[in-house]
């Protein structure tokens, strides 16, 4: 009598969930919008448009202002060198921009060491980093680094990127639903730590270093010597050098890193800072 083999390969339905995650990011990647660094060449896939980056901006900007209000300064030497620095800076960043931002600044008293960009173009410094920056070069140095993750549009490519994991570990999260609480709870918080120090901060150090690249090209560009870029991490060290986490749990670089890459990136730098200094002087 004939045998009648059963075929047992009927899809395990707890992989389903993982491979429709699959789908979707093979979709989103395929689909994506995708932007060319106009100064490094780097392409990278965005989750924002122009416009949608530059609504999000002004509507934190705008919560930063109305939070702030009481310390924000309307005018006097702070504010005079804060904005005569951006403006420079600001021509630089268009010689080449695809993207042409309305750069906007406000100023804050306070003794917090810190200034960052907006998307769009919206720029908060706080005056406790003005003493570190010491010059217009180095408070150029700091807000070069900030208006070069806005022109880098890296927000919206930090999004793109954030949809991509959350997708698949919730893709794996679905795969596990019969499983013990407890121990989905485990590889979950395993996984999710996986993504973080395996993937998401070493690519935020990676726009970091991107940006101090891309900062360090409009300081020369706008007539600031980038040689100064490297005198000011250098006080930023020995300011906050000492509390600063090990590099592979920041998402910075070190500054030493910082330091090293900043003197590889600066012969490009330099000859960008020659060429501004043979153009004839602007009327």
Same mark, same amino acid.
């Given at each position: ?5 059963? +075929?047992?390969?009927? $899809?395990?339905?707890?992989?389903? #969930? ?6 979707? !990011? ?13 100064? *490094?060449?780097? !392409?990278? +896939? ?15 900007? @705008? /919560? ?23 403006? +420079? ?7 080449? @921009?695809? !993207? /042409? ?9 306070? =003794?917090?060491?810190?200034? $960052? ?9 706080? *005056? ?13 140095? !700091?807000? &070069?680094?900030?208006?070069? =993750? ?9 999004? $793109? +990127? ?8 919730? &893709?794996?999260? &679905? ?7 407890? /121990? ?7 996984? %999710? ?8 901060? #070493? $690519? ?12 360090l090209l409009y300081m020369a560009r706008a007539g600031y010597d980038p040689r100064e870029a490297v005198a000011f991490w250098q006080r930023m060290d020995e300011q906050l050098g000492k509390g600063s986490p090990p590099a592979f749990l920041s998402? =910075? #670089?070190? =500054?030493? *890193?910082?330091? %090293?890459?900043?003197? *590889? ?14 153009? @004839?002087?602007?009327?």
């Amino acid at each position: 009598m004939p045998v009648k083999l059963e +075929r047992k390969h009927a $899809f395990p339905l707890a992989l389903a #969930p993982i491979l429709l995650a699959l789908v979707f !990011v093979l979709f989103k990647l395929y689909t994506a919008s995708k932007v060319t660094n106009p100064e *490094t060449g780097r !392409v990278a +896939r965005v989750a924002l448009s122009p416009e949608q980056e530059q609504r999000l901006g002004l509507e934190a900007y @705008a /919560q930063v202002k109305r939070d702030e209000a009481g310390k924000i300064i309307q005018s006097g030497p702070d504010v005079d060198l804060v904005k005569r620095v951006t403006t +420079r800076l600001a021509r630089a960043a268009a010689e080449k @921009a695809v !993207v /042409q931002y309305n750069w906007e600044v406000s100023v804050i008293q306070s =003794h917090e060491k810190n200034a $960052f960009c907006l998307p769009g173009g919206k720029i908060v410094v706080y *005056t406790g980093i003005i003493p570190i920056a010491k010059n217009e070069a180095g408070l150029a140095t !700091v807000l &070069g680094h900030e208006m070069a =993750h806005a022109t880098s549009r890296h927000s919206a490519e930090r999004l $793109f +990127r954030s949809q991509i994991v959350q997708t698949i570990l919730g &893709g794996v999260q &679905g795969s596990m639903m019969d499983m013990d609480p407890a /121990q989905r709870q485990t590889i979950m918080g395993a996984l %999710g730590a996986g993504a973080k120090y395996g993937a998401t901060l #070493p $690519f935020s150090r990676k726009q970091e270093s991107e940006a101090d690249h891309i900062g360090l090209l409009y300081m020369a560009r706008a007539g600031y010597d980038p040689r100064e870029a490297v005198a000011f991490w250098q006080r930023m060290d020995e300011q906050l050098g000492k509390g600063s986490p090990p590099a592979f749990l920041s998402d =910075h #670089p070190s =500054h030493n *890193t910082r330091i %090293g890459q900043l003197q *590889t990136w600066m012969p490009e730098a330099q000859k960008e800072y020659n060429q501004h200094h043979n153009r @004839a002087p602007a009327a």
